[in-house]
């Protein structure tokens, strides 16, 4: 399957990504850990079939030193035993954060619960926009069918300003 559209070959596109690449910035620069960050969207863009975005976070993550065993269990994190009980409570969160429509109560309270136990408010900001922001772009992504297998950690590193 060829993409449908090329997003990185149109004007408003970039001057969009651009944008959307510095309100990540945010979140990268904010105090929750980049390997939750990369877990989280990992995760998301696993329930989202976001090639792109899956290709993207998993050779982030190995390139900022996440190991294969942990990257290979994140679609069954819970029945794994590599993560952390606050990798757990932010995983929760990306799953239910992102399958809105398959639950009639959104995030639960125990997740919420959980993830206020482990995180403080500034690590909640981020968590909770990386968990819009991913599924954005996953959104984005699967819509012009972006293929993964291309991505090179690093490579939008000119987006930012």
């Not at 109560?105 to 500034?122: I, M």
């Not at 990386?130 to 819509?143: E, F, H, M, P, S």
Request: glycine share 6%; proline share 2%; with cysteine.
């Amino acid at each position: 399957m060829d993409a449908r559209f090329n997003m990185f070959d149109n004007e408003i596109a970039v001057k969009f990504f651009k944008r959307f690449a510095n309100a990540g910035l945010v979140i990268l620069q904010s105090p929750l850990p980049k390997s939750t960050q990369e877990l989280v969207s990992l995760r998301a863009s696993q329930i989202n079939g976001c090639g792109w975005c899956i290709d993207m976070h998993t050779k982030d993550a190995a390139a900022a030193g996440e190991t294969a065993v942990r990257l290979n269990l994140v679609a069954a994190w819970r029945e794994a035993t590599v993560f952390t009980e606050a990798e757990r409570a932010a995983l929760a969160l990306a799953e239910e954060g992102t399958r809105l429509a398959d639950a009639h109560h959104g995030v639960s309270d125990e997740t919420w619960a959980q993830v206020r136990k482990h995180y403080d408010d500034d690590q909640i900001a981020a968590l909770v926009s990386l968990v819009a922001l991913i599924n954005a772009a996953n959104r984005l992504a699967v819509i012009v069918h972006q293929q993964g297998g291309s991505y090179e950690p690093g490579m939008f590193a000119s987006m930012l300003s």
